[in-house]
């Protein structure tokens, strides 16, 4: 299992309790380490400080799991899915999320949304085949004061690396 920006640690925590005890993590973000010091500690978690860009990958992960934070890659979004599909076994899945094109969040600097067509072309490219992308919406969230603040525009993507390549 590798965990593609780990935060706070509680992917890391659910896939370990979940069963998984060959976790790989990755976060740029040396602030994050504490939060999971203790699966680190007990050898449960091995941890990079790192852009995901640059990580030193493992090549045998049954799972690779990156929750919305491939949506801040921009130009460099290609050559990683190449180096995420090279990180997964034959026969391994890819389980991430994406900003949607109507995601609230697609004029902050650094967001990049996509549709499902041009994930499903970046997706093929990297190697991945076997390719779902299920779209959800979520419209009229409110802030404390009950105002509409924003629309959750999420694609979520299941992808398989061929097992012979």
């Known amino acids: 299992m590798l965990e593609v920006g780990f935060e706070d640690g509680s992917g890391v925590r659910a896939f370990m309790e979940a069963g998984w005890r060959k976790i790989h993590a ?8 504490p939060m999971i010091q203790e699966e680190v500690d007990g050898g449960h978690a091995h941890v990079q400080i790192a ?3 640059d990580a030193a990958l493992p090549s045998d992960m049954d799972v690779v799991h990156a929750h ?8 460099d979004l290609p050559r990683t899915l190449q180096r995420l599909c090279d990180a997964t076994r034959p026969g391994g899945y890819l389980i991430c999320a994406f900003m949607g094109p109507d995601h609230s969040w697609k004029s902050r600097p650094g967001v990049h949304v996509y549709d499902q067509s041009q994930l499903m072309h970046l997706l093929h490219a990297a190697g991945y085949e ?6 959800t919406r979520r419209e009229n969230i409110r802030d404390q004061g009950g105002k509409p603040v924003a629309v959750w525009d999420a694609l ?3 992808a398989s690396k061929p097992r012979s390549q």
């Open 130 to 135: 076997n390719i779902a992308i299920d779209a």
């Open 156 to 158: 979520l993507v299941r």
């Open 51 to 53: 852009r995901i860009q």
């Open 68 to 75: 919305y934070v491939l949506a801040f890659l921009g130009d």
């Open 26 to 33: 990755v976060d740029m973000d040396a602030r994050c380490l």
